[in-house]
């Protein structure tokens, strides 16, 4: 767990992990020059804990990535489980986990679901999906939850797969996607961790989108170069920025083809997954254009069947008997 001016949420994060029903474990608090009250508290718990329970390593501030190299060297387990000191570990986390790559030896690595929760009150299910050959397609969109990821440590100290400094704050998608390429990863279908939303998180603070826009480039550049305006496109479809125009939906059918035919024939990605994918975006765009009136039901059917649901087809026929739009 790296530790940085944590206090606020840092001892039920910590107390979390003391209260996992699996018991085989350290717990490395990686300290990365904490000028709040951090330190104390992390004192504090030292003295009601077994002496081999928890591993405290206090370093001069040097940033996420190379806190988390430092503790992953210093870590002497088959595992390594990332805890963020904000978050809250259900108590079978471990136990699920660990259970889960002992009995897949050729995974390197798994996540789970996690209910994310605000300061109001309000909370809610954040699903991953759970098949390796759909993660290995959704590496072109997301993959996995960050803080509840188990790894195998032979992945950083015999692969050198390690956390790269010059991509944070999204340094952990930059990880997974290097993984993925070397085995098998997964999400257990469990919420495993609670995940907390504050103005204090990283997430509030920096934007990022730059640099998870660069990554999801070069997953881009692994099917075909894209121009500028291609690359603004494939950008808008990922994130659901879809404009309610004709040219716009003609475009984005295009490139979506593009997309199939390209990943047929360098087989890039598991062909059934990421067509999956690519009905799921062609279908995004479709609802928003049929929902502002600016295309017919019909359109949807332009492209190929392989990029075509039924039940997609049914939903969208739905919304235009409401939208009163020509269905034929």
């Known amino acids: 767990m790296p530790v940085y001016n944590g206090e606020r949420f840092l001892e039920e994060a910590i107390r979390s992990i003391l209260s996992q029903t699996y018991d085989n474990y350290e717990l490395i608090l990686a300290n990365d020059g904490s000028t709040d009250g951090s330190t104390a508290i992390i004192q504090s718990l030292l003295q009601s804990v077994p002496p081999d329970r928890i591993r405290v390593l ?16 210093e870590s002497r387990g088959k595992y390594i489980a990332r805890m963020d000191q904000d978050d809250i570990s ?12 002992e009995s897949h030896p050729d995974h390197v690595m ?35 939850f960050a803080p509840c990821v188990m790894i195998r440590r032979e992945m950083f100290i015999e692969k050198g797969t390690w956390y790269r400094q010059e991509w944070w704050p999204a340094d ?20 495993l961790l609670r995940y907390r939303k504050h103005t204090d998180q990283v997430s509030s ?23 500028t305006e291609q690359l603004c ?12 125009c004709r040219h716009y939906v003609d475009c984005a059918g295009k490139w979506l083809v593009m997309l199939s035919e390209e990943n047929r024939r360098k087989r890039v990605y598991p062909e059934k997954y990421f067509n999956q994918l690519l009905q799921a975006w062609w279908y995004g765009v479709c609802r928003h254009a049929l929902r502002q009136r600016q295309i017919a039901y019909k ?22 008997y409401c939208a009163r739009d020509p269905v034929a």
């Not at 299910?125 to 959704?138: G, Y």
């Not at 930059?174 to 990863?185: S, T």
């Open 90 to 101: 259900l108590p079978k986390r471990l136990e699920c986990q660990v259970r889960f790559l």
């Open 233 to 244: 496109l494939h950008l808008s479809i990922l994130y659901g920025r879809f404009k309610a």
């Open 299 to 320: 359109t949807y059917f332009n492209l190929p069947g392989a990029l075509l649901r039924p039940e997609y087809g049914a939903k969208l026929l739905y919304h235009a």
């Open 110 to 144: 798994c996540g789970s679901w996690a209910e994310v929760f605000t300061p109001s009150g309000k909370s809610w299910i954040v699903h991953r999906e759970c098949n390796n050959e759909i993660l290995q397609a959704l590496l072109f969109a997301h993959c996995c």
């Open 172 to 191: 952990d998608y930059d990880l997974y996607i290097r993984m993925a390429e070397q085995g098998k990863v997964a999400n257990i279908g469990k919420v």
């Open 205 to 227: 603070q920096i934007n990022y989108r730059p640099l998870i826009d660069l990554l999801r480039k070069r997953q881009l550049l692994k099917l075909l170069p894209a121009s």
């Open 58 to 73: 206090d370093m001069p501030h040097q940033g996420l990535a190379e806190t988390m190299n430092w503790a992953i060297r």
